[in-house]
C-alpha cells in the first residue's frame, strides 16, 4: 500500500518551482507570497510525519519502479530519526521566504524557485530509502544551493560557492562509485534488502570509507570543514540558514542511516578516529569561533563544533548518546537557524557584521537583545531549553566507554559558553559601537513572527523532550543493531 | 531483384544517399535559386529514414555487410536526428551569410551516410569507406566559410590530420587482412579466437585500426585537432562533429570490442591508457578556455575519456550492460551537445568574440530562457543528477565495475576528473547567473529552428535524466 503524503510532501515545493520558474512575467511580490504560502502548506503536510512508529520501523512508504533496468526504485519513507528532519526542514522554509523580504529585494521570484527547488530536495535526502534515489537527491540539492549563495551572496560568492560545490562533490562522487558498485554486488539498492546483505571485511572498508568521505565533507568534520566559513559568510541570510540548520544534517544523517547499519564491522573499526576527529572538531570550532570577528564566521565556526559533538554520539553506538545526537541535529537547525536570521536582522540594519562594529544594541534594540541571549542561552545549552537536552544525553552516553573523549567535548561546552557569551556581552552591552545605532529600529512585527516558531521549538523540546525522543529512540536502536554486534563486549 | 531487396533492406541508408541525390539534381536543375528546398529535401529524406528505422524490426544482414542489430539501430537513430537538428540549425546561418544551401545540405547528408555506414559494418572495408565518406564531405564542410582563416585553418587541419588517420586506419586493415586473409568481422573474429595463430601482423594491424578510429572519436593522445578545429569550424558543422562524427566512431569501436577483438590484456590496457589520457587531458585542457566553442571541444576530449571506459568494460565483458552504457551516455551526449552548439550559434552568430565566456556575463537576466538551457546543458555534460549526462555517467561506472579489477582505477579515474569538470562547467553557469550584466545584447529573436532544437533537446535531456525507462526498454528489447 503507497502513502502519498511524502510524495505530496516533496512534489509539492518541486511542482510550485517549475510553476514559478516557468512563469517569468510573474512580478516580485506575488512569486514570493505564493513560495510562502506553499512552504506553509507543504509545512502543514508535513507534520503528520512526526506520528512516526513507536517501535521505530519506517512508516509512510511509498515504492514505485523508476529504472527499472537497474532495480532502482522511487522508494521513500520515514521513521523517527528522519521525521524530525524533515519537519524541521519544512519547518525552516516558510521562515527563510519570510526573512527574505528584508534583503532580497532583486531576482525575487528566481530566489524562490531555488528555496522551494532545494526544499524537495532536502525532503528528499531524508526520506529516500533508495541508494540510488538518496544520491539524486543528495546532489539535487546541491545545484540552488551553488547559485544561491553565487548570486544573492557577498562580494567573494563565486569563490565561496565554487568551494562548496567542489569539496562536496570530491566527496559525494565516492559515494557514487560505492552505490553504483552496491548496487552491481547485491542487485538492489534498496535500503531494507541491504541491510540483510553482508560485505566481507575488506569491502565494508572501502564502502565504508567512500560514504563517510561524502558525509563527512557534508558535516563537516576537521579536517574537511574549511568550505563551510567560506560559504557561511558569502551567503546571503536564507542560505546560510538552510546551509546550517539542514543541509550540514544530511551528513550526521547519512552516517546513522546508512554506515552504521550497511558495513557496522568498518563502521566500529572507523568509531576511535572518527570520534577523534569529532572532539577535535569540537575543541577546534570552538577555538575559532572564539577568535573570529565576523557574526556570521563565529556562528560558522560554532557550527563545526555543535556537529562534532553530534558525530562523537553517532559513533559511540551507545543508544542514549546516539539519540541524544539526532535531537542535537535537530536543535542545532533550529538554534543556529534562528541566530543566523538574527545576524540577517542586524545586517539589514548595519551592513556590516563586524563584532567590533557594534555594542551597546541592548539599550536601543531590546526586542532583538531579548532575542539574541534567548538564542545564545539554547545554543549554549542552559538546561530548560533544547540545547541541554541533546548534549547531556549525547555526554552521559558516551561517558561509559570513551571517558577522556567525553572529557574533552565537555570543554567543547565550556568553550561555547565562553564564546557565545563573549558575543552576546559585545554585541548587546558596553559601549554602544556604530555611531549610527541609534538609528537602527528594533525588530519588527514580521522580523518577531519568524524568530516565535524556533523560540516556542526551544522551549517545547527543553522543556518535554520526551515526546521526541520516544519516537527518535527506537528508530536509532534499530540504526544501532548491527554494529552494536559488532562491538566488543 | 537481389541487390533491390537488399538496397530496400539497408532502406535508412538508401533513403539518405537518395536525398544526396536529390538535393544535387536540385541544384543542378535551379543554381542558386533553391532556397528552401535543399533543406527541406534533406529533413525529408531524413524523415523518412527515421520512420522507416522506428516502424520495422531488426534482423538482418544487409549485403552481408552490414549489421541490422539493435545497436546499430540505436545509433542510427541517433545520428538521424542529430543530422535533422544540425539541419534545421545550419539553413537559416546559410542563408544569413549568404553560403550556398544546396551544397552544404548535400555534403551534409553525404556525411551522413558515411556514419550510418560506420555504425552498421561488419566488414573493415565497409568500415573504411564509411570512414572515409563520412570524413571527405566534413573536410569541406568544416572550411565552409572559406573567406574566414578560421574557417580554412579549421578545413585544412582537419583534412591533414584526418588524412593521416586514415593512413593508419587503411595501413592496420591492409595488415590485419594479410594476417588472417579476411576483411568480413566473422573472419576476423574467427581468428581472434586463436591466440596461437596471431602473429605481429595481427597485432599491428589491430593497433593501427584502433589509433585511425582513436583519431576519429577525438581521444587522446590524437586529440590535437580538436580545440583547432571545433572552434574554426561554423557551429553547426561543430555541432555534426561533435555529436555525430562521435557517436559513428564509438559505434565502430564497440562494435570492434562486442564482436572482433580479442580477449587480451594488452589490448584492454592500451583502452584503458587512451581512456585516463583522454580524462585527464581534456578536462585540463578545458579548465585553462574561455572560449566556449574550445571548451567544448576539450570536454569532447574528456567525454571520449568517459566513454572508451564503457567501451573498455563492453570489451572486457561483451554483454549487453555495457554496450547500453555507451549508447545511453553517446545519446545523453549527442543531445547535449547539439543544443550547447545551437545556443551557442544563436548566441554567437558567428562572431568570435561573441563566443568568449566574458561576452555571456550575466547573460541570464536578459535572456532567461537561453541561459537556462545553456546551463543545464552544461550540467548534463557534468553529470548532475536529473540530467540525462547523470545516467549516463552512472552506466558507464556501472558497466566499469561489473568488469572487475582492471576498470577499477578507470572508474576512480573518471569520477575524479567529474569534479574538475564541474569547476569548468559551473564556470559557465556563473558566469550567466552571477556576474554582473555588462552587455545587453541586441535583440535578435532567436530564430524558430533554434528555439525548436533546443526546447526539443533540452526537454529529452532532462526527460532522460528522469525517466529513462523507455529508452533503456528500447535499446535492450
Given at each position: 500500500?503507497?502513502?502519498?503524503?511524502?510524495?505530496?510532501?516533496?512534489?509539492?515545493?518541486?511542482?510550485?518551482?517549475?510553476?514559478?520558474?516557468?512563469?517569468?512575467?510573474?512580478?516580485?511580490?506575488?512569486?514570493?507570497?505564493?513560495?510562502?504560502?506553499?512552504?506553509?502548506?507543504?509545512?502543514?503536510?508535513?507534520?503528520?510525519?512526526?506520528?512516526?512508529?513507536?517501535?521505530?520501523?519506517?512508516?509512510?512508504?511509498?515504492?514505485?519502479?523508476?529504472?527499472?533496468?537497474?532495480?532502482?526504485?522511487?522508494?521513500?519513507?520515514?521513521?523517527?530519526?528522519?521525521?524530525?528532519?524533515?519537519?524541521?526542514?519544512?519547518?525552516?522554509?516558510?521562515?527563510?521566504?519570510?526573512?527574505?523580504?528584508?534583503?532580497?529585494?532583486?531576482?525575487?521570484?528566481?530566489?524562490?524557485?531555488?528555496?522551494?527547488?532545494?526544499?524537495?530536495?532536502?525532503?528528499?535526502?531524508?526520506?529516500?530509502?533508495?541508494?540510488?534515489?538518496?544520491?539524486?537527491?543528495?546532489?539535487?540539492?546541491?545545484?540552488?544551493?551553488?547559485?544561491?549563495?553565487?548570486?544573492?551572496?557577498?562580494?567573494?560568492?563565486?569563490?565561496?560557492?565554487?568551494?562548496?560545490?567542489?569539496?562536496?562533490?570530491?566527496?559525494?562522487?565516492?559515494?557514487?562509485?560505492?552505490?553504483?558498485?552496491?548496487?552491481?554486488?547485491?542487485?538492489?539498492?534498496?535500503?531494507?534488502?541491504?541491510?540483510?546483505?553482508?560485505?566481507?571485511?575488506?569491502?565494508?572498508?572501502?564502502?565504508?570509507?567512500?560514504?563517510?568521505?561524502?558525509?563527512?565533507?557534508?558535516?563537516?568534520?576537521?579536517?574537511?570543514?574549511?568550505?563551510?566559513?567560506?560559504?557561511?559568510?558569502?551567503?546571503?541570510?536564507?542560505?546560510?540558514?538552510?546551509?546550517?540548520?539542514?543541509?550540514?544534517?544530511?551528513?550526521?544523517?547519512?552516517?546513522?542511516?546508512?554506515?552504521?547499519?550497511?558495513?557496522?564491522?568498518?563502521?566500529?573499526?572507523?568509531?576511535?578516529?572518527?570520534?577523534?576527529?569529532?572532539?577535535?572538531?569540537?575543541?577546534?570550532?570552538?577555538?575559532?569561533?572564539?577568535?573570529?570577528?565576523?557574526?556570521?564566521?563565529?556562528?560558522?565556526?560554532?557550527?563545526?563544533?555543535?556537529?562534532?559533538?553530534?558525530?562523537?554520539?553517532?559513533?559511540?553506538?551507545?543508544?542514549?548518546?546516539?539519540?541524544?545526537?539526532?535531537?542535537?541535529?535537530?536543535?542545532?537547525?533550529?538554534?543556529?537557524?534562528?541566530?543566523?536570521?538574527?545576524?540577517?536582522?542586524?545586517?539589514?540594519?548595519?551592513?556590516?557584521?563586524?563584532?567590533?562594529?557594534?555594542?551597546?544594541?541592548?539599550?536601543?534594540?531590546?526586542?532583538?537583545?531579548?532575542?539574541?541571549?534567548?538564542?545564545?542561552?539554547?545554543?549554549?545549552?542552559?538546561?530548560?531549553?533544547?540545547?541541554?537536552?541533546?548534549?547531556?544525553?549525547?555526554?552521559?552516553?558516551?561517558?561509559?566507554?570513551?571517558?577522556?573523549?567525553?572529557?574533552?567535548?565537555?570543554?567543547?561546552?565550556?568553550?561555547?559558553?565562553?564564546?557565545?557569551?563573549?558575543?552576546?556581552?559585545?554585541?548587546?552591552?558596553?559601549?554602544?559601537?556604530?555611531?549610527?545605532?541609534?538609528?537602527?529600529?528594533?525588530?519588527?512585527?514580521?522580523?518577531?513572527?519568524?524568530?516565535?516558531?524556533?523560540?516556542?521549538?526551544?522551549?517545547?523540546?527543553?522543556?518535554?523532550?520526551?515526546?521526541?525522543?520516544?519516537?527518535?529512540?527506537?528508530?536509532?536502536?534499530?540504526?544501532?543493531?548491527?554494529?552494536?554486534?559488532?562491538?566488543?563486549? | 531483384?537481389n541487390?533491390?531487396?537488399e538496397?530496400?533492406a539497408a532502406?535508412?541508408?538508401?533513403?539518405?544517399?537518395?536525398?544526396?541525390?536529390?538535393?544535387?539534381?536540385?541544384?543542378?536543375?535551379?543554381?542558386?535559386?533553391?532556397?528552401?528546398?535543399?533543406?527541406?529535401?534533406?529533413?525529408?529524406?531524413?524523415?523518412?529514414?527515421?520512420?522507416?528505422?522506428?516502424?520495422?524490426?531488426a534482423g538482418g544482414q544487409p549485403f552481408g555487410l552490414l549489421a541490422d542489430d539493435a545497436m546499430a539501430r540505436a545509433l542510427?537513430?541517433?545520428?538521424?536526428?542529430?543530422?535533422?537538428?544540425?539541419?534545421?540549425?545550419?539553413?537559416?546561418?546559410?542563408?544569413?551569410?549568404?553560403?550556398?544551401?544546396?551544397?552544404?545540405?548535400?555534403?551534409?547528408?553525404?556525411?551522413?551516410?558515411?556514419?550510418l555506414l560506420v555504425v552498421g559494418a561488419r566488414d573493415l572495408l565497409v568500415l573504411f569507406l564509411g570512414i572515409e565518406?563520412?570524413?571527405?564531405?566534413?573536410?569541406?564542410?568544416?572550411?565552409?566559410?572559406?573567406?574566414?582563416?578560421?574557417?580554412?585553418?579549421?578545413?585544412?587541419?582537419?583534412?591533414?590530420?584526418?588524412?593521416?588517420?586514415s593512413?593508419f586506419l587503411v595501413f592496420g586493415i591492409a595488415l590485419l587482412y594479410g594476417a588472417c586473409g579476411r576483411t568480413h568481422y566473422d573472419g576476423l573474429a574467427a581468428l581472434a579466437a586463436r591466440p596461437d595463430l596471431q602473429g605481429t601482423l595481427w597485432r599491428a594491424g589491430l593497433a593501427l585500426l584502433l589509433v585511425g578510429v582513436g583519431?576519429k572519436a577525438?581521444?587522446?593522445?590524437?586529440?590535437?585537432?580538436?580545440?583547432?578545429?571545433?572552434?574554426?569550424?561554423?557551429?553547426?558543422?561543430?555541432?555534426?562533429?561533435?555529436?555525430?562524427?562521435?557517436?559513428a566512431a564509438f559505434g565502430a569501436a564497440l562494435r570492434l570490442a562486442l564482436e572482433v577483438l580479442p580477449a587480451s590484456s594488452a589490448l584492454l590496457t592500451g583502452f584503458i591508457?587512451v581512456?585516463?589520457?583522454?580524462?585527464?587531458?581534456?578536462?585540463?585542457?578545458?579548465?585553462?578556455?574561455?572560449?566556449?566553442?574550445?571548451?567544448?571541444?576539450?570536454?569532447?576530449?574528456?567525454?571520449?575519456?568517459?566513454?572508451l571506459?564503457g567501451v573498455a568494460a563492453a570489451l572486457q565483458r561483451r554483454d549487453a550492460i555495457a554496450r547500453d552504457?555507451v549508447l545511453?551516455?553517446?545519446?545523453?551526449?549527442?543531445?547535449?551537445?547539439?543544443?550547447?552548439?545551437?545556443?551557442?550559434?544563436?548566441?554567437?552568430?558567428?562572431?568570435?568574440?561573441?563566443?568568449?565566456?566574458?561576452?555571456?556575463?550575466?547573460?541570464?537576466?536578459?535572456?532567461?530562457?537561453?541561459?537556462?538551457?545553456?546551463?543545464?546543458?552544461?550540467?548534463?555534460?557534468?553529470?548532475?543528477?536529473?540530467?540525462?549526462?547523470?545516467?549516463?555517467?552512472?552506466?558507464?561506472?556501472?558497466a566499469?565495475?561489473?568488469a572487475g579489477?582492471a576498470?577499477?582505477?578507470?572508474?576512480?579515474?573518471?569520477?575524479?576528473?567529474?569534479?574538475?569538470?564541474?569547476?569548468?562547467?559551473?564556470?559557465?553557469?556563473?558566469?550567466?547567473?552571477?556576474?554582473?550584466?555588462?552587455?545587453?545584447?541586441?535583440?535578435?529573436?532567436?530564430?524558430?529552428?533554434?528555439?525548436?532544437?533546443?526546447?526539443?533537446?533540452?526537454?529529452?535531456?532532462?526527460?532522460?535524466?528522469?525517466?529513462?525507462?523507455?529508452?533503456?526498454?528500447?535499446?535492450?528489447?
Amino acid at each position: 500500500m503507497n502513502d502519498l503524503l511524502l510524495a505530496a510532501v516533496i512534489g509539492l515545493p518541486l511542482a510550485a518551482a517549475l510553476l514559478l520558474a516557468l512563469l517569468p512575467r510573474l512580478p516580485a511580490e506575488p512569486a514570493r507570497l505564493a513560495a510562502l504560502l506553499v512552504a506553509i502548506a507543504t509545512f502543514l503536510l508535513s507534520l503528520p510525519l512526526l506520528a512516526t512508529d513507536l517501535r521505530g520501523a519506517i512508516g509512510r512508504e511509498l515504492d514505485l519502479p523508476w529504472i527499472a533496468a537497474w532495480n532502482v526504485r522511487l522508494r521513500l519513507g520515514v521513521d523517527g530519526v528522519s521525521a524530525p528532519l524533515v519537519v524541521l526542514t519544512t519547518l525552516l522554509m516558510p521562515l527563510v521566504v519570510l526573512a527574505s523580504y528584508g534583503h532580497v529585494h532583486d531576482r525575487v521570484r528566481q530566489h524562490c524557485v531555488l528555496l522551494l527547488a532545494m526544499e524537495a530536495g532536502m525532503v528528499g535526502v531524508f526520506a529516500a530509502l533508495d541508494l540510488v534515489l538518496f544520491y539524486v537527491f543528495f546532489e539535487m540539492s546541491l545545484i540552488p544551493l551553488y547559485l544561491l549563495i553565487g548570486i544573492y551572496g557577498g562580494p567573494r560568492r563565486t569563490f565561496a560557492a565554487i568551494k562548496f560545490v567542489l569539496f562536496t562533490v570530491a566527496g559525494s562522487l565516492l559515494l557514487l562509485l560505492a552505490i553504483v558498485w552496491i548496487v552491481q554486488r547485491t542487485g538492489s539498492a534498496d535500503f531494507a534488502t541491504l541491510r540483510r546483505a553482508s560485505f566481507s571485511t575488506g569491502e565494508q572498508g572501502w564502502l565504508f570509507a567512500a560514504f563517510a568521505a561524502a558525509f563527512c565533507v557534508k558535516v563537516p568534520l576537521v579536517p574537511l570543514h574549511t568550505w563551510l566559513p567560506d560559504a557561511h559568510v558569502e551567503a546571503p541570510t536564507g542560505g546560510s540558514v538552510i546551509l546550517a540548520g539542514v543541509t550540514l544534517k544530511m551528513g550526521t544523517y547519512g552516517l546513522l542511516r546508512f554506515c552504521l547499519p550497511l558495513f557496522p564491522g568498518a563502521a566500529v573499526d572507523a568509531a576511535p578516529l572518527l570520534i577523534a576527529l569529532a572532539v577535535a572538531g569540537v575543541l577546534y570550532g570552538g577555538l575559532l569561533a572564539w577568535a573570529q570577528d565576523d557574526l556570521k564566521k563565529i556562528i560558522a565556526y560554532s557550527s563545526v563544533s555543535h556537529l562534532g559533538f553530534v558525530v562523537l554520539g553517532l559513533f559511540t553506538m551507545q543508544s542514549a548518546a546516539a539519540t541524544g545526537a539526532v535531537l542535537q541535529m535537530v536543535n542545532h537547525g533550529i538554534s543556529t537557524g534562528a541566530l543566523f536570521l538574527l545576524i540577517g536582522m542586524i545586517y539589514e540594519r548595519a551592513h556590516t557584521r563586524g563584532l567590533a562594529d557594534f555594542g551597546g544594541l541592548a539599550r536601543t534594540m531590546p526586542r532583538f537583545a531579548f532575542c539574541v541571549i534567548f538564542a545564545t542561552l539554547s545554543s549554549i545549552g542552559l538546561p530548560g531549553l533544547n540545547g541541554f537536552v541533546g548534549e547531556f544525553l549525547i555526554l552521559i552516553g558516551s561517558w561509559r566507554d570513551h571517558p577522556v573523549a567525553t572529557g574533552l567535548a565537555a570543554g567543547g561546552v565550556l568553550l561555547g559558553a565562553i564564546y557565545m557569551l563573549g558575543l552576546v556581552k559585545t554585541l548587546l552591552f558596553g559601549p554602544v559601537g556604530h555611531p549610527k545605532t541609534p538609528a537602527w529600529r528594533d525588530l519588527n512585527l514580521r522580523e518577531l513572527v519568524i524568530l516565535a516558531p524556533l523560540f516556542a521549538l526551544m522551549l517545547w523540546i527543553g522543556v518535554a523532550p520526551r515526546s521526541l525522543l520516544s519516537r527518535i529512540e527506537p528508530a536509532v536502536d534499530r540504526m544501532l543493531e548491527a554494529p552494536r554486534l559488532e562491538l566488543p563486549p | 531483384m537481389n541487390l533491390l531487396r537488399e538496397l530496400v533492406a539497408a532502406l535508412p541508408l538508401t533513403l539518405v544517399v537518395l536525398g544526396f541525390v536529390a538535393i544535387l539534381a536540385v541544384e543542378t536543375a535551379a543554381p542558386r535559386r533553391s532556397g528552401r528546398a535543399p533543406a527541406l529535401l534533406a529533413a525529408l529524406s531524413i524523415g523518412l529514414a527515421l520512420a522507416r528505422l522506428l516502424s520495422t524490426r531488426a534482423g538482418g544482414q544487409p549485403f552481408g555487410l552490414l549489421a541490422d542489430d539493435a545497436m546499430a539501430r540505436a545509433l542510427s537513430g541517433l545520428l538521424l536526428l542529430v543530422a535533422l537538428a544540425v539541419v534545421a540549425m545550419a539553413d537559416p546561418l546559410l542563408e544569413r551569410l549568404a553560403l550556398a544551401r544546396g551544397e552544404f545540405h548535400a555534403l551534409l547528408l553525404a556525411s551522413l551516410s558515411g556514419m550510418l555506414l560506420v555504425v552498421g559494418a561488419r566488414d573493415l572495408l565497409v568500415l573504411f569507406l564509411g570512414i572515409e565518406l563520412l570524413s571527405i564531405p566534413l573536410y569541406v564542410l568544416a572550411a565552409y566559410r572559406r573567406l574566414t582563416p578560421d574557417g580554412v585553418e579549421a578545413g585544412f587541419k582537419y583534412f591533414l590530420l584526418g588524412a593521416f588517420a586514415s593512413g593508419f586506419l587503411v595501413f592496420g586493415i591492409a595488415l590485419l587482412y594479410g594476417a588472417c586473409g579476411r576483411t568480413h568481422y566473422d573472419g576476423l573474429a574467427a581468428l581472434a579466437a586463436r591466440p596461437d595463430l596471431q602473429g605481429t601482423l595481427w597485432r599491428a594491424g589491430l593497433a593501427l585500426l584502433l589509433v585511425g578510429v582513436g583519431f576519429k572519436a577525438a581521444a587522446a593522445p590524437f586529440h590535437a585537432w580538436v580545440p583547432d578545429v571545433y572552434h574554426g569550424a561554423s557551429t553547426p558543422v561543430t555541432a555534426f562533429m561533435a555529436a555525430g562524427v562521435k557517436a559513428a566512431a564509438f559505434g565502430a569501436a564497440l562494435r570492434l570490442a562486442l564482436e572482433v577483438l580479442p580477449a587480451s590484456s594488452a589490448l584492454l590496457t592500451g583502452f584503458i591508457v587512451v581512456a585516463s589520457l583522454s580524462m585527464i587531458a581534456g578536462n585540463l585542457g578545458a579548465l585553462l578556455q574561455t572560449h566556449l566553442k574550445r571548451l567544448l571541444a576539450w570536454s569532447s576530449i574528456a567525454h571520449a575519456g568517459y566513454l572508451l571506459v564503457g567501451v573498455a568494460a563492453a570489451l572486457q565483458r561483451r554483454d549487453a550492460i555495457a554496450r547500453d552504457s555507451v549508447l545511453f551516455y553517446l545519446a545523453a551526449y549527442a543531445l547535449t551537445t547539439v543544443a550547447a552548439f545551437a545556443l551557442i550559434l544563436h548566441l554567437g552568430r558567428e562572431l568570435g568574440p561573441a563566443q568568449d565566456l566574458r561576452a555571456l556575463r550575466g547573460l541570464a537576466r536578459s535572456r532567461p530562457w537561453i541561459s537556462f538551457a545553456l546551463a543545464l546543458c552544461f550540467l548534463s555534460l557534468a553529470g548532475v543528477p536529473l540530467t540525462a549526462g547523470f545516467l549516463g555517467k552512472l552506466f558507464v561506472i556501472q558497466a566499469a565495475w561489473t568488469a572487475g579489477a582492471a576498470l577499477l582505477l578507470p572508474a576512480i579515474l573518471l569520477a575524479l576528473t567529474s569534479v574538475v569538470a564541474l569547476g569548468y562547467y559551473l564556470r559557465v553557469v556563473a558566469t550567466l547567473y552571477m556576474e554582473p550584466e555588462d552587455v545587453r545584447l541586441a535583440e535578435p529573436a532567436v530564430s524558430r529552428s533554434i528555439a525548436v532544437v533546443t526546447t526539443l533537446s533540452v526537454a529529452a535531456i532532462l526527460v532522460l535524466g528522469v525517466w529513462p525507462a523507455p529508452l533503456l526498454r528500447w535499446l535492450a528489447p
